[in-house]
């Protein structure tokens, strides 16, 4: 074999593994979306929210010390104390939970019943809100988020193929943990929805609130159910990317990329969310490799939004989405 | 006996709060009970008014003409309308006001006029959802499937299988309710609503939209609720003719008031409701 094909392999292998990246994002939007028919704007913010917060517990910064040492004139930044990885996880897992009671009570709860256009307004206030007091929180430095992932080149990887194939491919560890884990929540939540009574009411909710009503399901639970789930995908796919880049303003920007992810899969689809992301991941990184030389590069910007203009073309629906049907 | 039991052709129970009736079913003492119900919707106001009782075990049927406010009645009780004056009685205490799915939690389970399933979702897993109220497992013990969770859901599925069974929807059960044709749609609501073990069942227009065969299948599977688990029913039709065969008591609105409450015979010959049949030219 060539070593060309190898080198589109790798190329294809990575772009799979930031593709479950762009699933896991996606994937936030279709719950949530699904559930209540709210398109929520503030998912990349809460995946950088939850990083930040996660980053903040774990080194023990003080929250809002800037705010207070201005007010007071003191000169606070850490208690002094590192948490273990473990804990500080938990306790943002605990923070996202809260966050979302907090949204249900003072936003969804006196929205009930109004058009979608009004509650997607309201989600891009709650973005730009929870966007300063992130920063006003935990501050607004590049922080390094460091929950001992693993990093660099995987040489498992390389010296087996090297060994098979005689061409060592190159892969991430950190991109393969970040596979393995997306996998796991995803198996999990699947799990869930199908088989317990919470799971089968989130179903129920997601499709037809009045009869969901009659059979005893209170939809403010259910709403803080979805956010909570929404919450810890976002604490998941910030730790994620965090970990990748940085812990900074542009995670919150990798919402964007969830976008194509959403038209190709169906925005009410939790495989097509799937989908969508690996089509995206390894489509961008393919057209890269193959077409990128030939028009002067820098493809990856552009190819996912192209290809979701296509499919609204030609698919609006999107691969799994509900097929659109007008009567007349 | 009580003049209501004379009035019912019966005799009255051994308990002494209501009677036995010709066929040998027990109709016991008010489970429910709607005083002096008035609702608006801003100048309009559908139902006036109006106070009716229910009682265990029986059948109880709330008839009149289209835009008479029968829907409205029972959204109040169902707790997706909430009456400006008036109160409702459930099991002897005054109930305070409720959400819908409060209400379902104590109880009282009900169908649609224009059937609400979950489109998306199997025969079986709506019929699951029927029970949600009665499932105790904690949300801790569901995300790590262990405890209560797996006995309990196995437990549930042996109650929704009889309850399958007893609707003739066995060869339906892993359908998506979506692919189903209109009547056996109805009957899955109807297995929903009786998967909840409702201690008052309300069913708004269960044969609407039905071909004489299915209206058969239909009433006879609502006696043989009320036979069988001895639960109690509301039922509103507008269709005359099938709501006198199956039920015990009816109450009669028209306008959005009451003018008609007693068992058939006495209510299919009051000049009133004649009237008031007559006067919109009904079926």
Same mark, same amino acid.
């Given at each position: ?68 040492? %201005? ?22 897992? @605990? ?17 009930? =019943? ?73 198996? @999990? ?22 009869? %969901?009503?009659? @059979? ?64 995206? =991941? @390894? ?46 | 006996? /009580? ?17 036995? /009736? ?25 139902? $006036?008014? &109006? ?26 009780? #169902? ?14 205490? $005054?109930?305070?006001?409720? $959400?819908?799915?409060? !209400? ?6 009900? /169908? ?6 979950? $489109? ?6 709506? &019929? ?8 105790? #497992? /904690? ?20 109650? !929704? ?26 009957r899955v609501e109807l297995a929903r609503a009786l998967a909840a073990e409702p201690k008052l069942l309300l069913l708004d227009e269960p044969m609407a939209g039905m071909n004489v065969e299915e209206k058969e299948d239909m009433s006879r599977f609502i006696l043989d609720v009320n036979d069988e688990f001895g639960t109690t029913i509301v039922l509103i039709e507008h269709d005359m003719g099938v709501v006198m065969d199956l039920s015990d008591r009816v109450v009669v609105m028209d306008y959005g008031k009451k003018i008609g409450d007693g068992p058939p015979d006495e209510v299919r010959n009051d000049p009133q409701v004649i009237a008031a049949y007559l006067g919109v030219s009904h079926e």
């Open positions: 074999m060539p070593d060309q094909f190898y080198f589109a392999l790798e190329v294809a292998l990575n772009g799979l593994l930031t593709g479950i990246m762009y699933a896991l994002v996606a994937l936030g939007f279709v719950l949530i979306y699904k559930s209540s028919e709210i398109f929520n704007y503030a998912q990349g913010v809460m995946a950088l929210f939850a990083a930040l917060t996660l980053v903040g517990l774990q080194s023990g910064q003080v929250p809002f010390a800037e705010l207070i040492n %201005a007010i007071f004139g003191t000169h606070l930044s850490h208690f002094g104390w590192r948490l273990p990885p473990l804990v500080a996880i938990v306790l943002t897992a @605990v923070v996202m939970v809260l966050f979302a009671i907090l949204v249900e009570r003072l936003i969804l709860r006196h929205l009930v =019943g109004q058009e979608p256009i009004i509650l997607f307004m309201a989600t891009i206030g709650l973005a730009y809100f929870l966007e300063g007091f992130g920063d006003l929180m935990w501050g607004s430095e590049i922080k390094k988020l460091d929950i001992g992932l693993p990093q660099g080149l995987s040489e498992t990887v390389e010296s087996l193929t090297d060994r098979w194939f005689g061409y060592g491919l190159f892969i991430d560890r950190l991109d393969i943990a970040a596979a393995a884990v997306a996998g796991i929540l995803v198996t @999990v939540l699947t799990l869930f929805s199908q088989y317990t009574k919470q799971g089968r009411a989130l179903r129920a909710v997601a499709d037809d609130h009045q009869a %969901a009503l009659s @059979v005893g399901i209170s939809l403010r639970f259910i709403w803080v159910l979805v956010w909570s789930i929404a919450g810890f995908i976002a604490l998941v796919a910030g730790v994620m990317w965090g970990a990748k880049s940085g812990v900074q303003f542009s995670l919150s920007l990798i919402a964007l990329k969830a976008l194509p992810v959403l038209m190709l899969g169906g925005f009410t689809s939790i495989p097509g969310a799937i989908v969508g992301g690996l089509i995206i =991941g @390894v489509g961008e990184k393919l057209f890269e490799f193959w077409v990128g030389p030939l028009i002067g590069g820098a493809t990856e910007n552009w190819f996912a939004y192209v290809l979701a203009l296509v499919f609204l073309v030609f698919r609006p629906q999107g691969l799994f989405g509900e097929k659109i049907i007008e009567r007349v | 006996m /009580t003049s209501e039991a004379i009035t019912h052709g019966g005799a009255m129970n051994p308990e002494g709060d209501g009677w036995v /009736t010709p066929d040998g079913r027990h109709i016991g003492p008010v489970v429910l009970e709607v005083k002096n119900i008035t609702l608006r919707f801003g100048g309009v106001t559908a139902i $006036k008014d &109006i106070s009716f009782d229910i009682r265990e075990g029986e059948i109880r049927a709330i008839i009149g003409p289209n835009g008479a406010g029968k829907s409205s009645m029972l959204n109040v009780i #169902s707790g997706f309308y909430h009456p400006q004056e008036g109160e409702i009685w459930f099991r002897g205490q $005054k109930r305070p006001p409720m $959400k819908p799915f409060q !209400v379902a939690r104590q109880g009282i389970a009900r /169908t649609f006029q224009n059937i609400a399933l979950f $489109k998306g979702m199997s025969v079986l897993d709506n &019929i699951m959802t029927g029970r949600i109220t009665l499932m105790r #497992s /904690t949300m801790a013990e569901e995300a790590l499937w262990w405890g209560r969770a797996e006995r309990e859901e196995l437990a549930h599925r042996e109650a !929704v299988e009889k309850i399958i069974d007893f609707l003739e929807i066995q060869h339906i059960r892993r359908t998506p309710v979506s692919r189903l044709p209109y009547g056996l749609q109805k």
